[in-house]
C-alpha cells in the first residue's frame, strides 16, 4: 500500500498536522503541499488531504481539488478558526466531503489553528462579521500537542480497521 499525504497551508497550521498524519502512516509513503500534487494519483491507495478553513469551506486550492479524487480512500483533517466540534466545524467538513463526491472517506479530523491577528482585525471590519471570529482569538497556540495526539490516536484508529 502507497500512502500520499497533500496539505494546504498558508501559515503553517495545518502544515504541523500533515507533519504529524505522514509520520503515523505505515509502509511506503509521501507528502506535498497541494501546490506540488503528483500529476498523476494511480500509484496512491489511500491519501490523506489537509486544509484550512476559508469561508466556511476548504480553502480555495483544496476545494478545486477534492472533486478529482475520484474514488480512492482518504482521510480529510483541517484546521480553522472556529471553536472545534462547533457548526461552522462540521459544517465545512461536510463541505470537503461533498466536494470529494466519489471518494471514500475513512475519517475526518479538524481543530483549531492560530489566526493571525490581522486576520482577526479585517474580518471584524467586516460589514457582515464571520461566525467563527468570536472563537478566533480562543484558536491561539493551536494545534496544541494535544490536538496533534488525538490527531495521531484517530488516525491510528483508522488504519487498524
Ligand atoms: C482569508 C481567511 C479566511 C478564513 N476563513 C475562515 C473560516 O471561514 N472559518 C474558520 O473557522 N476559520 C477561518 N480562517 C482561519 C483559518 O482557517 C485558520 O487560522 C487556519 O488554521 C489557517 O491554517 P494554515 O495556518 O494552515 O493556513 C480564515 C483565515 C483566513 C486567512
Known amino acids: ?31 506535498f503541499s497541494i501546490d506540488e500534487t503528483p500529476d498523476s494519483l494511480v500509484d496512491f491507495d489511500f491519501i490523506a488531504i489537509g486544509f484550512w478553513f476559508q469561508g466556511g469551506k476548504p480553502d480555495s486550492k483544496t476545494s478545486g481539488f477534492l472533486p478529482k479524487l475520484g474514488n480512492k480512500k482518504i482521510f480529510l483533517f483541517a484546521t480553522h478558526g472556529t471553536a472545534k466540534g462547533s457548526t461552522h466545524a462540521q459544517q465545512g467538513m461536510a463541505a470537503a466531503k461533498e466536494l470529494a463526491v466519489d471518494a471514500e472517506v475513512t475519517g475526518t479530523f479538524s481543530c483549531q489553528g492560530e489566526v493571525n491577528p490581522k486576520v482577526l482585525e479585517a474580518a471584524s471590519a467586516k460589514p457582515e462579521t464571520p461566525p467563527w471570529l468570536a472563537d478566533g482569538p480562543g484558536a491561539k497556540g493551536h494545534p496544541d500537542q494535544n490536538d496533534l495526539d488525538e490527531l495521531r490516536l484517530q488516525l491510528a484508529g483508522i488504519l487498524v480497521n
Open 1 to 31: 500500500m502507497k500512502s500520499l499525504v497533500l496539505y494546504a497551508s498558508q501559515s503553517g497550521n495545518t502544515k504541523k498536522l500533515a507533519d504529524v498524519v505522514y509520520e503515523v502512516l505505515p509502509g511506503d509513503k509521501e507528502i
